[in-house]
């Protein structure tokens, strides 16, 4: 049995399907990890996660083993995530958006105490107030803030210079900021 | 204020658990897979070694052509490309 990622690539060259499966086993928590951020409904997710997979092996001569494996996969799998941010921002003008919860309502009116915030409902927010967003702002916001990734690991994932990620983060903050506050005076005025 | 607020928002998005992996599914990305074609090739030598057959029949091809040009050129007695270079020669040496 076959432990280390750069072994099981090896034997993937040499030709084992087998070797494939094990590789995909090996990383699909991480995969999932990535794309569930940009997406709420796990059938979605599965299918993005596929798509990562499918995108790595057609792509695996490419890999030249100075990074880990696992750096390389993320880094398709951010990049599978943002054509899906695009794809779906191209809809949102066709595609109603969800309604937000009673209990994140009932957070934005102040009428809970700021702990008691879920993260469900913290996403049910973010869902909403991101769709002011470019779909680049919404991936750099999501790795620096949610994702708890530094600056030069987002310039490393994205390709991206630091200016443009910082100049990003700055802008969806501040877009953030104000998308909440109209979320809150939409609520308010209901 | 409104800061702290995004703050909040954040630090409970970030507390969110991701997803299981649903069972059986290497297997499924491997069957999707089994229509592809095998990864990409790797090497020069890998190349070389797929395409050999094409290789060698264009090399025949292109002899069997030569070949061809310098017999009808025998036959209709034009100057072949050996005659060429022989004129070449003794010009270059009479100088």
Redesign the interface.
């Known amino acids: 049995m076959v432990n280390d990622d750069a072994e099981l690539v090896a034997l993937v060259r040499a030709g084992s399907s087998d070797a494939y499966t094990e590789l995909v086993r090996h990383n699909q928590q991480q995969v999932f990890s990535i794309l569930h951020r940009y997406e709420r409904d796990l059938h979605l997710v599965e299918d993005l996660a596929q798509e990562t997979f499918t995108k790595a092996w057609r792509a695996l001569a490419s890999f030249d083993g100075r990074a880990p494996f696992q750096h390389w996969l993320s880094r398709i799998a951010v990049h599978v995530a943002l054509d899906h941010v695009r794809r779906r921002k191209r809809l949102s003008g066709t595609v109603a958006l969800p309604e937000l919860g009673e209990d994140s309502v009932a957070w934005l009116r102040d009428e809970l105490p700021p702990r008691e915030l879920e993260a469900r409902q913290a996403r049910e927010i973010l869902e909403l107030a991101m769709q002011s967003l470019s779909a680049a702002e919404q991936l750099v916001i999501t790795m620096l803030e949610i994702e708890g990734r530094s600056i030069k690991e987002i310039c490393s994932l994205t390709g991206d210079s630091s200016v443009a990620v910082r100049v990003r983060a700055m802008r969806a903050r501040s877009k953030l900021r104000k998308a909440i506050e109209k979320l809150e005076e939409s609520e308010n005025e209901r | 204020m ?2 702290k ?2 703050n ?12 299981a ?2 069972a059986g ?6 069957r ?3 229509t ?1 074609a ?5 090497g020069f030598i890998d190349q070389l070694n797929r395409n050999f057959t094409r290789y060698a029949v264009s090399a025949a091809a292109a002899i069997m052509l030569c070949a061809a040009v310098e017999l009808s050129q025998t036959f209709r007695q034009d100057p072949s490309i050996d005659d060429d270079v022989e004129q070449i020669c003794s010009d270059w040496m009479l100088r």
Do not use: C, G, M, N
């Open positions: 409104k800061d607020k995004l909040q928002i954040f630090a409970a998005a970030r507390r969110e658990t991701p997803p992996v649903p599914f290497a297997e499924r990305v491997q999707s897979l089994a592809e095998e990864p990409v090739v790797i």
